[in-house]
């Protein structure tokens, strides 16, 4: 089982896209994949197809002990994965966090008994570097960070790095940077040009070879709660995902050869 965290600070950088579309992409590469969403506004089980107002349980009551994940869990309808879902519960669980034990490992926790059960496991994260967040990075592998190649990506991201760093010193010793996925990219921008040849520059084979395109297409699926890579798989976005979903693969075969 191969856990990653999908983070950014920021935003509206593209990670619950990425999230989504990367489940739905291993779902259809015969993948058994978890999606988890650790964000409260609940976009990720959204647009997975799973209303997130109706739920009588989501993360927030595995977070806190409340539910096992087993009895949580849902399948997403039109994805072929399986997601944990939240909703605006998950807003609460920072404050409440506080007075349990390693509050920070909450989630690892609940994932340490379905080892067997799926090969990988992905965490979108909320926008912020919170105890959320944290709860993400303590039980992943590694972290895939999507962003736009604007003039400020860079500069976020050496706030992420540094959390990434801390957390892999004294919480989490298997943590790494996995890539940087270029997202929402428009080849016909000089600066996206620009910023994506020093990303490849400074951060060599950790930038993923992937790149998404803005495509519009991927923007309407949420609204239709069908992952972009179903909702229309000819579209160019759709492909790019596929396409990732295939590069997460090929990467996650040769760390096994290197173990
Ligand atoms: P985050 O989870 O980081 O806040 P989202 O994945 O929700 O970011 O993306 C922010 C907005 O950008 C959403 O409206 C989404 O539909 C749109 N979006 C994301 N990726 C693309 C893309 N490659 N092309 C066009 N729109 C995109
Ligand atoms: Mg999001």
């Avoid at 993400?136 to 976020?156: N, R, S």
């Avoid at 010793?173 to 996995?178: G, P, S, T």
């Amino acid at each position: 089982m191969h856990i990653f965290a999908i983070a950014n600070q920021k935003g509206g950088v593209g990670k619950t896209t990425t999230s989504v579309n990367l489940a739905a992409g291993l779902a259809q590469a015969g993948q058994r994949t978890l999606l988890i969403d650790l964000d409260p506004q609940g976009n990720a089980t959204m647009g997975s197809g799973i209303d997130k107002r109706g739920l009588q349980r989501t993360v927030y009551h595995v977070l806190l002990g409340l539910a096992a994940l087993a009895e949580t869990r849902v399948t997403s309808p039109t994805g072929g994965f399986d997601v944990l879902p939240a909703n605006r519960d998950l807003a609460g669980a920072e404050v409440e966090m506080v007075d349990l034990d390693r509050r920070e490992s909450r989630l690892k926790r609940a994932l340490a008994q379905h080892d067997a059960e799926y090969d990988f496991v992905l965490i979108d994260c909320p926008p912020s570097l919170s105890m959320l967040t944290l709860n993400g990075l303590c039980a992943a592998h590694g972290v895939i960070i999507p962003m736009q190649c604007e003039y400020y990506a860079l500069e976020g991201l050496s706030d992420l790095v540094n959390t990434i760093k801390q957390v892999h010193r004294n919480l989490n010793r298997d943590l790494r940077i996995i890539g940087l996925l270029r997202v929402m990219y428009d080849p016909r921008s000089l600066l996206a040009t620009q910023v994506s040849a020093q990303l490849e520059q400074h951060f060599g084979d950790k930038v993923f070879k992937t790149l998404v395109p803005r495509n519009v297409r991927l923007a309407e699926a949420p609204s239709h709660g069908i992952p972009g890579v179903l909702f229309d798989k000819t579209a160019k976005g759709a492909q790019a995902y596929l396409t990732f979903a295939t590069e997460m693969v090929e990467r996650v075969k040769t760390w096994n050869n290197e173990l």
